[in-house]
């Protein structure tokens, strides 16, 4: 892992709904001036607490991983899933929504 690459004062982010366990989360990601993923923050809607407060913790652990040069891969590789594919928990939610949008800033033209 490489030393941690800090975002820029003003970025751009793009904030998305995930469904988890019948549970809307608010996503919003802060992305790096290329487009890459940065830093994530997790609201969850009328959920309970200690489900919104794991969900705001597991925001702070990936936003630190991605930092630190962890793509979005190397983040949700050794997290569970079910056999059909599925996370089981609102941490894979998350980093697949990051894979996501990462596999989208490479394919997306950018300007030169």
Do not use: I, N
């Amino acid at each position: 892992m490489t030393g941690r690459a800090c975002l820029p004062d003003r970025r751009s982010a793009v904030t998305r709904t995930v469904r988890w366990a019948d549970q809307d989360f608010e996503v919003t990601v802060g992305r790096y001036p290329d487009g890459r993923p940065g830093e994530v923050f997790v609201t969850a809607g009328k959920t309970a607490e200690a489900v919104q407060q794991l969900a705001a913790d597991a925001a702070v652990l990936l936003s630190v991983g991605l930092q630190h040069g962890l793509t979005p891969a190397q983040l949700g590789a050794s997290l569970p899933r079910h056999a059909d594919g599925r996370p089981y928990t609102v941490v894979g939610v998350l980093t697949d929504l990051l894979h996501d949008l990462y596999h989208s800033t490479l394919t997306e033209e950018r300007p030169r």
